[in-house]
């Protein structure tokens, strides 16, 4: 009996990194593939705001499923020179979007829409 408890734990395991490894693999391609939807430059022009729309549609069927459970949208705020500042894209208790609202700038803060309001980050050097 003891056997068979073991091999259930371990199948149940391998099922859920198996499950772990396939979901990561789909986000990190999603968002290689992302377009950009928008661009949006600080007052100063040091840093911007770029909006992606990740292309779970390209995974096929298993893309299409992960996107019922993901956002419809990351924010990554980069420095002029294109060096990457911050990042929404692995924030996954946040739902984010990008078609109805656009990410902005407010002083050194750069925010995003999401369901629950506007989030984002003070980002000293861009100030």
Same mark, same amino acid.
């Given at each position: 009996?003891?056997?068979? =408890?073991?091999?259930?734990?371990?199948?149940?395991?391998?099922?859920?990194?198996?499950?772990?490894?396939?979901?990561?693999?789909?986000? !990190? #391609?999603?968002? @290689?593939?992302?377009? =950009?939807?928008? #661009?949006?430059?600080? &007052?100063?022009?040091?840093?911007?705001?770029?909006?992606?729309?990740? %292309?779970?549609?390209?995974?096929?069927?298993?893309?299409?499923?992960? @996107?019922?459970?993901?956002? &419809?949208?990351? *924010? @990554? !705020?980069?420095?002029?020179?294109?060096?990457?500042?911050?990042?929404? $894209? +692995?924030?996954? +208790?946040?739902? $984010? *979007?990008?078609?109805? &609202?656009?990410? %902005?700038? !407010?002083?050194?803060?750069?925010? /995003?829409?999401?369901?629950?309001? /506007? &989030?984002?980050?003070?980002?000293?050097?861009?100030?």
């Amino acid at each position: 009996m003891a056997m068979i =408890v073991r091999r259930a734990l371990l199948l149940i395991a391998l099922t859920a990194a198996a499950l772990m490894l396939a979901a990561c693999y789909m986000k !990190v #391609t999603a968002s @290689r593939l992302a377009h =950009v939807y928008s #661009t949006v430059w600080n &007052e100063p022009g040091t840093c911007y705001i770029n909006s992606y729309i990740p %292309q779970y549609s390209a995974l096929g069927i298993p893309g299409k499923i992960f @996107r019922l459970f993901t956002s &419809e949208a990351f *924010f @990554r !705020v980069y420095a002029k020179d294109g060096t990457l500042l911050k990042s929404s $894209e +692995w924030l996954i +208790w946040q739902n $984010e *979007f990008t078609t109805d &609202e656009r990410a %902005q700038w !407010v002083n050194a803060h750069a925010i /995003y829409p999401t369901a629950t309001g /506007y &989030e984002g980050w003070k980002i000293p050097v861009c100030g």
